[in-house]
């Protein structure tokens, strides 16, 4: 069937596209950075640790506080580590383009654009 065709035809494009081959690398090496998975791992569970925390109920406004203390304190390091940065950077600049395609697709089938625009520019400069 041709549309199956097509599907398979913008899969093998996506897989070429540069943002994805940026994206598998930016992965793998964060994947071999032990101090960027440990950093990950260590704010998984301080996230874990929170979540846990509330779902008991009857946590003090402290113990929360420290809690999200720690979460921010992980975070912080999470988003300053360079790998970490790098992966997060490409993984967004992929998915900018799934979103474009999606966005794409959407106006064929429906033929208006997301936030009500029906695709005709004239008198709008909302896409300048």
Do not use: W
Request: glycine fraction near 8%; charge should be negative; charged fraction near 35%.
């Amino acid at each position: 069937m041709e549309i199956f065709d097509k599907a398979r035809e913008l899969g093998e494009a996506i897989v070429e596209s540069s943002e994805y081959k940026t994206l598998k690398l930016a992965e793998a090496k964060q994947e071999q950075d032990d101090e960027a998975m440990k950093l990950l791992q260590e704010y998984s569970a301080i996230r874990r640790d929170l979540a846990e925390e509330i779902n008991k109920g009857d946590v003090s406004e402290e113990r929360l506080g420290e809690i999200r203390e720690k979460v921010e304190e992980a975070y912080e390091k999470v988003t300053t580590n360079d790998t970490i940065v790098e992966y997060l950077n490409a993984k967004n600049a992929f998915q900018a383009i799934i979103d474009q395609m999606n966005t794409i697709i959407s106006f064929h089938i429906t033929g208006k654009l997301p936030g009500g625009c029906s695709g005709s520019c004239e008198g709008c400069s909302g896409c300048n």
